[in-house]
């Protein structure tokens, strides 16, 4: 079936899903308070426990870092979306319709770009209000919010497959937090690379996750004088960081399809 | 006459579940089979190797020409599937729902929008068109389940119970919208744990039971292999079993059955009973055999499944239960 196929069907199925946007707005609600919370914990809380070394300022340094962690949870919604279209039976009615087979995965993963969009508007604006500035320009800026939505777009598709195979839409919620938690935090995400030791040191220099996050930390103008840690995937984030979107989407793209094919509902 | 579904030896194993054991069925254009059984029969499974959800193991199907396995796009866009539990989103109006399936029909946008309003209205379902699904009761979405796999005008339809789940009102609705579709020459497959659903809406009957074709014929034939009318009596005092079972068996198509408190006694009758009744109280009245109540009642798919295996239909996961249950005592 023709790629043009997929994506006129998968825009049929993301309009599905962003109408209960609409409908249930109070999910909406908790998607947008809980990064105005992270960035306001972590703002007032621990800016004062957290040392930058006076290289720059931590609500000016932690910004990026909340960005990146919350669209990389944003991909939950696209597992848990999936996992209920399984338990409600509507996956039946999708598998017996003469659409492409990836258009329910496109769909989805695409309207969860627009669940990201506003969160990072959103936290955005609360950053501004904390004092977090952009000092690299506008073409910067949009590169740096681009690469957090491919990067969470690639996740979204981890999560696809995690949610076409888990049971139901709890097993998912806690397997995703079980992943996510520990990637975002052993990373340079809330606090600076120099501070981990060994072979944290090395996970968090490699983990994508922290080549998100000092790749919109320089895009934004937010590093000060921060040193860069010296392996090659800090050196070149941005790069570092499409190299593992491309592996993750060539992985779990044609994963998830086949799993979908095979799919019934419970 | 065209053969517009076909299976032959059809079998899909779930680890030792052994879901299907080479199903065989055909339905001729504009006719109706029934696939009757209990939970944990196949029914489900046929249906959703005949609908492209499920490759099979073993065996090969064809719905309105077009293989299963080598085709499945072509077959989904011949039918219309509308499953044991109503496929629409809870969060959409039943508008939007319809609208939705026409597109992934590739109806069309406009086509598609005609069509869902035409088919809210022909499921009196044009006053809560504009309402969230999940505000609709069972029967309501249902009928939107229904109309959903009509969207495409599709020439085979397949209903995975229908009615199972619904209450007496809303069953007598979906039977009326089903003979209709039937009236209007649609091939359709239809599964049901109901004998008499499968009596009002199809041509002929198919019993499965462990993925297997136990019987088949029209409903008269099938009543005539398992008898018609049942004659069920209590007796106000187990002594008298014997005459009452005396009395019975003159009139019985098949052994009489005794309940194990030997105060319940039930006897399949050829066809209507009334006749046969009259006969049963004179006789028990000559007998002196007292009764607490009698009655004539209808087959159930209980009765078919116990004349044709002589064991009572009971599904898997209860037989299961009730295995671990007795293990553990």
């Not at chain 1, 004062?48 to 962690?69: C, H, P, R, S």
């Not at chain 1, 695409?110 to 669940?115: A, E, F, G, H, P």
């Not at chain 2, 069509?115 to 009196?124: D, G, P």
């Amino acid at each position: 079936m023709s790629t043009t196929q997929a994506l006129t069907d998968g825009w049929v199925v993301a309009q599905r899903n962003l109408i209960k946007i609409k409908r249930v707005p109070e999910i909406l609600v908790f998607v947008l308070i809980s990064p105005i919370m992270f960035v306001l914990l972590f703002a007032y809380v621990f800016a004062g426990a957290i040392d930058t070394g006076g290289n720059v300022d931590y609500k000016e340094f932690l910004i990026a870092g909340i960005f990146a962690q919350t669209v990389v949870f944003g991909a939950t919604f696209t597992g848990a979306g999936l996992a209920e279209d399984m338990q409600k039976g509507i996956i039946d009615r999708f598998r017996s319709l003469p659409m492409s087979s990836s258009a329910v995965l496109v769909g989805r993963t695409t309207s969860d770009v627009v669940y990201n969009v506003l969160s990072l508007i959103i936290m955005a604006l609360t950053g501004l209000l904390v004092g977090w500035r952009i000092r690299d320009g506008f073409v910067d800026a949009v590169a740096g919010f681009a690469l957090l939505l491919v990067f969470a777009y690639a996740i979204s598709w981890v999560m696809a497959y995690v949610g076409l195979l888990v049971p139901s839409v709890e097993v998912i919620n806690n397997a995703s937090f079980i992943v996510i938690m520990p990637l975002t935090f052993v990373s340079n995400a809330f606090v600076p690379a120099s501070s981990f030791d060994g072979l944290l040191y090395t996970f968090v220099t490699w983990n994508p996750v922290s080549t998100l996050t000092q790749a919109s930390r320089e895009l934004f103008g937010n590093n000060g004088n921060m040193p860069v840690p010296d392996t090659w995937s800090m050196q070149h984030p941005v790069l570092y960081t499409l190299i593992w979107v491309g592996i993750l989407l060539a992985v779990f793209g044609p994963l998830s399809v086949r799993q979908y094919r095979r799919t019934t509902s419970r | 006459m065209t053969t517009m579904i076909r299976a032959s030896g059809l079998t899909k194993h779930y680890g030792s579940v052994k879901a299907l054991q080479g199903l065989d069925l055909e339905v001729p254009e504009g006719k109706v089979l029934a696939l009757l059984g209990p939970n944990g029969a196949g029914k489900t499974t046929a249906v959703r190797c005949l609908t492209t959800l499920l490759v099979p193991d073993a065996g090969s199907a064809e719905v309105a020409g077009v293989d299963v396995l080598k085709d499945p796009v072509g077959v989904r866009s011949r039918i219309g599937l509308s499953g044991q539990y109503a496929a629409v989103d809870e969060h959409l109006t039943g508008y939007e729902n319809l609208v939705m399936v026409g597109r992934l029909y590739h109806l069309g946008k406009a086509r598609a929008q005609e069509r869902a309003r035409e088919l809210l209205a022909r499921f009196s379902l044009t006053d809560a068109a504009d309402r969230p699904s999940k505000t609709y009761s069972g029967g309501m979405r249902r009928r939107l389940d229904l109309a959903g796999a009509l969207v495409a005008e599709p020439p085979v339809l397949v209903l995975d119970e229908p009615t199972t789940g619904l209450d007496v009102r809303s069953r007598q609705e979906m039977w009326d919208v089903i003979r209709e579709l039937v009236g209007g020459g649609s091939t359709l497959l239809l599964t049901t744990q109901y004998l008499e659903e499968a009596d009002k809406l199809a041509d002929d009957i198919m019993v499965i039971d462990h993925g297997r074709a136990i019987a088949q014929g029209t409903a008269d034939e099938l009543k005539a292999q398992t008898g018609g009318e049942r004659i069920e009596v209590v007796l106000a005092d187990a002594e008298d079993r014997d005459a009452a079972h005396r009395v019975l068996t003159e009139v019985a198509a098949a052994d009489v059955l005794v309940s194990n408190n030997g105060r319940e006694l039930t006897a399949a009758v050829h066809g209507s009973g009334t006749g046969d009744l009259l006969r049963v109280l004179q006789g028990f009245e000559r007998e002196t055999v007292t009764v607490l109540d009698i009655g004539l009642r209808r087959p159930t798919m209980d009765d078919v499944f116990l004349a044709l295996t002589g064991r009572p239909a009971e599904d898997e996961q209860a037989t299961q239960e009730k295995t671990q249950a007795e293990a553990t005592r």
